[in-house]
């Protein structure tokens, strides 16, 4: 068990130590060892369960209640400054919009991604077989090739671009209407993973 003294002035408390002062001077050893010389003092049970809160959009004040034989903690918690909360969602919403969850594609059965930079290039590479009388183009996915026939290398990006502008769109949505909101329950619960479009296939 743990004992404390309570300053009711400013509800702070005051662990029981091995060496104890007293108003006297009087040195006195042991003294956490010993509940009965601890109560003596005004040194009372604590008692103190664990508090439970998401750290991600609440913090919490601490304030003690005494009574006959303990003292007791009780946690207040509080949601996080409004614009805080925001900034914490739109981290949120950032962190999804980059995973494997909207940046994704399905190519037989396997999660795949062609990045911004990537489908540039591979749109130039196209245009540059096609504009040279080539009938394929190599795509490499996830550390494999695949050699595809132009027509269909052209559809094929020309689908992921489209997701990706959906995607995109989908993204600034949700960042123009956390940006707004004004209640902290509001923000806490907006779901930053509703509206994104289904992820694309594709078999080779």
């Known amino acids: 068990m743990i004992y404390v003294k309570l300053n009711t002035e400013d509800n702070r ?4 130590k091995d060496v104890y002062t007293t108003e006297e001077g009087e040195l006195i050893l042991n003294f956490k060892a010993n509940p009965e010389l601890m109560k003596q ?33 009780q946690y207040n918690i509080v949601y ?35 990045d911004k930079e990537n489908r540039a290039a591979l749109s130039t590479s196209i245009e540059s077989a096609s504009l040279l009388g080539e009938s394929e183009i190599t795509f490499v996915v996830n550390d494999k090739e695949f050699s595809i026939d ?12 489209r997701y990706a502008d959906k995607c995109y769109l989908v993204t600034e949505a949700h960042k123009r209407a956390i940006k707004v909101l004004t209640k902290e329950e509001d923000i806490v619960n907006f779901d930053v993973t509703t509206g994104y479009p289904t992820k694309v296939t594709f078999t080779l």
Do not use: C, H, R
Not at 13 to 16: F, Q
Not at 86 to 114: C, I, Q, R, T
């Open 13 to 16: 408390i005051e662990y029981a």
């Open 80 to 114: 996080l400054p409004i614009e805080t909360l925001k900034e914490v969602k739109l981290k949120e919403l950032a962190d999804y919009d980059k995973s494997d969850n909207v940046n994704g594609f399905n190519m037989n059965g396997v999660n795949a991604w062609f």
């Open 150 to 161: 132009i027509p269909t290398a052209k559809q094929m990006l020309a689908t992921i671009q």
């Open 41 to 73: 003092y005004g040194f009372k049970e604590l008692i103190d369960s664990p508090v439970t809160f998401d750290a991600n959009y609440q913090t919490y004040t601490v304030s003690y209640v005494e009574d006959a034989n303990t003292i007791t903690t």
